[in-house]
């Protein structure tokens, strides 16, 4: 495999990204910050309310409570590597060759006329964030990923695996997603890239995907779980990398079954290895491999990858895991909706979702068993949103919610979702809405994508601290990032933590989060210095 490589400063271009890695928009001028040669660090206390009842009278009592953080980002962000099982893939292709574009500045013609790289899309590189006021009270906005020094995709460097043998340049080709003049200008790089063997169990994905599968890892679990290590080490090694990050962009698997003695554990899941079992799913052999070489893995589709035998590993080897499946186009705009028809005091009755593609994803997801997979990620998307309001809903009382996927060939990457939301409104009435959403897959996929990769890498360099007592040391965060939650379908949180799909929530989470790392407020929009003047 030969990775798309580094930016250097000799073909660095200006393409409307405007700050290489570990670059900030400010400084803070607090003296609970303190800038270090190679970090920061920040006192922060934590504001929350505590809610107990009264035991007779029943009423609730609100107590405001702070507990007091330190947090410490290292700003080297150094050379990082994103390694995508699936590289071959619609998304994978499409990764690739638009950071090619991006870092080289190319452009290409359309009908329109001239078409310049771009962003757009990813919630990091193209989105802003309101660092505060100015001296006339105006909002002032930076670049999301301007608030602590990230990584910037044009720097990375890019390998992987995948079931099919084909050059990366004739992947794409094969993907059809991207505009021809420009797979023209990149193909010729994009050729020399070839995928690493990777792991296929026909058991998990769709009987149809078979033909495809001319480039697979021989051998026992146990051999190609230490063949995946190798490739993450040597990947590593060779390109002189401070980080990976290992990214599951391949198709949907079927659910593994849970078992007790078999991926309840990770000591369990080990020895299941070892053994071979059925029930090892190649995506969790990934996620294996990547925690035991201490690299962060993401899970990118829907299957339930993450069992709890790979939570405890991850937990016991102190590496990151995050998922599950890209969240993308109909999902994102119904954490959306509901989010607002619940919070606006009205109740969905039934919301029906229908979609069909005709990329690879839509032929693997035309089998029983991976469209299973699918539904279950999508199901859940209102949870929170519906339990959050008791005024409208009954304990154990939920709207009606139906998901279709058909496989349309002629399509390809041009999905077509329609979806209805009938809700129930004043004095019975009924208010119904209809949205019919056109979306290029894998170009809405794609920025998560890179999202997930630079967050990931973020938390990777930050530590923390609840007591201010010196002689504490320095923690990650928990192993699973539920800060990931914004671009995923189904977030995977740690252990009896709650789970928020409502977008406004999750973005709001990662923001403030990432503003506390460098010891400022979180974002509200009370506005008084708008409102308390005279």
Known sequence: MSPI?????????????????????????????????????SDYLYDTT?????????????????????????TNVGRVGLMMVGWGGNNGTTVTASILANRKGISWETRKGTQQPNYFGSLMMASTVKLGVDETLKD???????????VH?????????????????????????????????????????????????????????????????????????????????????????DRVIVMWTANTERYADLLAGINDTADNL??????????????????????????????????NTLVPGIIDLAERERSFVGGDDFKSGQTKIKSVLAEF??????????????????????????????????????????????????????????????IVIKYVPSVGDSKRALDEYVSEIFMGG??????????????????????????????????????SDAQDEWQPFHSVLSILSYMLKAPVVPPNTPIVNAQAKQRMAMENIMRAFVGLPPNNEM????KAFH
């Open 50 to 74: 505590v809610v107990s009842r009264d035991t007779e009278s029943g009423q609730l009592k609100a107590k405001p409570t702070k507990v007091h953080y330190q947090f410490k980002t290292k």
């Open 430 to 467: 009924l208010n119904t809405i209809s949205i019919y959403n056109t979306c290029e897959d894998s170009l809405l996929a794609s920025p998560l994508i890179i999202d997930l990769f630079m967050m990931t890498e973020l938390m990777t360099r930050v530590s923390y601290r609840v007591d």
């Open 153 to 241: 995709p044009n720097d990375v460097v890019i390998g992987g695996w995948d079931i099919s043998g084909l050059s990366i340049g004739d992947a794409m080709r094969r993907a059809q997603v991207l505009p021809v003049d420009l797979q023209r200008q990149v193909y010729d790089e994009l050729h020399q890239l070839k995928p690493l063997p990777s792991v296929y169990y026909p058991d998990f994905i769709a009987a149809n995907q078979g033909e495809r599968a001319d480039n697979t890892l021989g051998g026992t679990k146990q051999e190609q779980l230490d063949q995946l290590r190798k490739d993450i080490r040597e990947f590593k090694q060779s390109n002189q990398l």
């Open 341 to 402: 028809l619940v919070n606006a005091g009205i109740k969905p009755l039934a919301i029906t979702s229908y979609n069909h593609l005709g990329n690879n994803d839509g032929r693997n997801l035309s089998a029983p068993a991976q469209f299973r997979s699918k539904e279950i990620s999508k199901s859940s998307v209102v949870d929170d949103m519906v339990s959050a309001n008791h005024l409208l809903y009954e304990k154990g009382e939920h709207p009606d919610h139906t």
């Open 140 to 150: 002032v906005y930076i670049p999301f990923n301007q608030v602590v020094p990230m």
């Open 527 to 530: 506005l008084l210095e708008h």
């Open 270 to 303: 080990l020895q299941a290895i070892a053994q071979g079992h059925a029930e090892i799913a190649p995506s969790t052999l990934f996620a294996a491999a990547s925690i035991l070489e201490g690299a962060p893995f993401i899970n990118g589709s829907p299957q």
């Open 5 to 41: 490589s580094t930016v250097t400063e000799a073909n660095r271009t200006s393409s409307g990204t405007e700050a290489a890695s570990g670059t900030t928009a400010f400084k803070v001028d607090s003296p609970n910050v303190r800038y270090g040669a190679d970090d920061i660090e």
